[in-house]
């Protein structure tokens, strides 16, 4: 499906291996009429869902629905997968999800700083911040790294929902490729 076109949109993905490892989807192509309390009643079994957002607080189309099991997650997935929903149809697949000592926190609030990670995500060893230009602007993105796998498995499943800053932010492991 790379480089399908969805309802006019050029839609790009990496597809990862062919099992479920999460229990959360990525859901793209979603139409900015769609809220997060919209995904979570048409997702059946959902226990929440984040649109991440532009600064202007406008979706970026894309989301992530959470599910109390991955076995919940596939099921719904293969039912979802190109439904429409709002006018848009729905491409979903699941979160990857990599065995990693470094999560990937995103949709960051402007006002969060490398200060409050580092309170928020106790015992992290180190909290970097994307910015993505000369002026320091953030790209809401930052790398949180533990000192084991274990303990950022730890971290990501008793952070799960958590709104930092006035934002609920979506937590993964980062994978070595996007940690260059």
Do not use: W
């Not at 607080?57 to 929903?85: H, L, P, Q, R, Y």
């Amino acid at each position: 499906m790379k480089g399908a076109e969805i309802d006019g949109n050029r839609v790009y993905t990496e597809f990862s291996r062919s099992t479920y490892h999460s229990n959360s989807l990525f859901v793209g192509n979603l139409s900015s009429r769609t809220s997060e309390l919209s995904l979570v009643r048409t997702f059946y079994g959902a226990s929440s869902a984040s649109i991440i957002r532009k600064q202007t607080g406008e979706s970026k189309g894309f989301g992530f629905v959470t599910f109390n099991s991955f076995e919940a997650a596939k099921a719904v997935a293969d039912v979802m997968n190109g439904v429409k929903m709002d006018g848009n149809k729905l491409y979903i697949e699941p979160e990857k999800n990599y065995s990693s000592d470094t999560l990937l926190v995103e949709n960051l609030s402007l006002e969060t700083s490398e200060t409050s990670l580092q309170r928020a995500f106790d015992g992290a060893i180190d909290v970097t911040i994307i910015c993505k230009s000369e002026n320091g602007e953030s790209k809401k993105t930052a790398f949180i790294q533990y000192g084991s796998i274990e303990a950022a498995m730890l971290a990501i499943s008793a952070m799960k929902g958590l709104e930092l800053d006035g934002k609920k932010v979506h937590m993964c492991f980062a994978s070595p490729l996007k940690r260059l």
